[in-house]
């Protein structure tokens, strides 16, 4: 048990202080043969390694759930990701993501990956089918704009997590479709969700790693800052008429209903009692889909992106 907890924190450690270091493998050349440009939607040189080797932050294939009842090792305060399907919720605590990173799991007939990028503050929730088939994810060990760089097991794709976009491989181009996740407090969640299951690895020594970095200005693996916010500070970004816009967390909380115009739409934004975030085309009454991230990550990925601030 000890042997385990002390692999967790070095390899926290490790991903924090490796962005200058030089490892004894190279992961795209020896695991993913990639030797050229051509074979990426980037440059090599911006994807960067972070791990040792691949999996080296191990990602939970069989996971265990407890009730909410039992739950003693969250507090009011911790971060949570809670994913429903067929009446049916399941949470994730962020505290186990970093150390973990993905969860492949499955609710009824829909598999589906549970992601999370503690360096960029992105959780976003992705469909396990690739082309009608099912495959499995890991953490492929490198990085690319700060963000989390997941690998498919079945083809060894490489997938940009905060799009879901497969940016190398054989299915390279290819999209995965998101499933809805919110992103809340234990407390403001349990509230309104008594009867959710939770995520529980016993294995794991939960406490939050990244505390001191999401106080600072810091910001590595080829992430972009923008004067406009703090890098660290959390924002709702969507794509409207294919115009980029992210909206101040603090705002949304704050106002808890409102709306805005962008290019010539009205959006109406609220913030439910259970932390959910719901933001829908007045008009059309379409839901857009959401990505909650740090300000730096969503304008790394969107440099032309509108910010809707205070």
Not at 38 to 43: L, M
Not at 142 to 149: A, E, P, R
Not at 189 to 206: I, R
Not at 283 to 310: C, D, M, N, V
């Amino acid at each position: 048990m000890k042997q385990i907890m002390l692999f967790s924190l070095m390899i926290v450690s490790t991903v924090l202080c490796s962005q200058d270091r030089k490892f004894d493998s190279n992961i795209l050349k020896e695991y993913f043969q990639i030797t050229d440009d051509s074979q990426t939607d980037y440059p090599i040189k911006d994807i960067m390694q972070g791990c040792p080797k691949v999996d080296c932050i191990v990602s939970i294939d069989k996971p265990k759930f407890i009730s909410a009842s039992e739950v003693d090792f969250l507090q009011e305060n911790s971060l949570i990701m809670a994913v429903t399907l067929a009446g049916e919720t399941r949470v994730y605590p962020t505290m186990t993501l970093q150390i973990h990173e993905i969860v492949n799991d499955q609710i009824g007939k829909v598999p589906y990956a549970v992601t999370y990028c503690p360096l960029c503050g992105t959780g976003v929730v992705y469909s396990r089918k690739i082309n009608n088939t099912t495959v499995e994810f890991g953490v492929s060990g490198v990085l690319h704009g700060s963000d989390l760089v997941m690998y498919d097991r079945s083809n060894k794709n490489l997938w940009q997590q905060l799009t879901g976009r497969a940016f190398a491989g054989p299915d390279r181009g290819y999209q995965l479709q998101s499933i809805p996740v919110v992103m809340t407090d234990w407390k403001t969640w349990l509230q309104k969700h008594p009867q959710s299951k939770v995520l529980s690895n016993s294995k794991d020594k939960l406490s939050d790693r990244y505390k001191k970095y999401r106080s600072s200005d810091k910001v590595m693996f080829g992430g972009v800052t923008d004067p406009r916010l703090n890098p660290k500070r959390v924002v709702y970004g969507l794509t409207v008429n294919s115009q980029a816009i992210a909206i101040d967390f603090e705002m949304i909380k704050k106002k808890k209903s409102f709306s805005l115009t962008t290019n010539k739409t009205e959006l109406m934004i609220q913030y439910q009692e259970d932390g959910r975030v719901v933001i829908t085309d007045s008009t059309k009454k379409t839901a857009y889909k959401l990505h909650r991230s740090y300000w730096f990550a969503w304008f790394t990925f969107h440099p032309s992106t509108l910010l809707f601030k205070e």
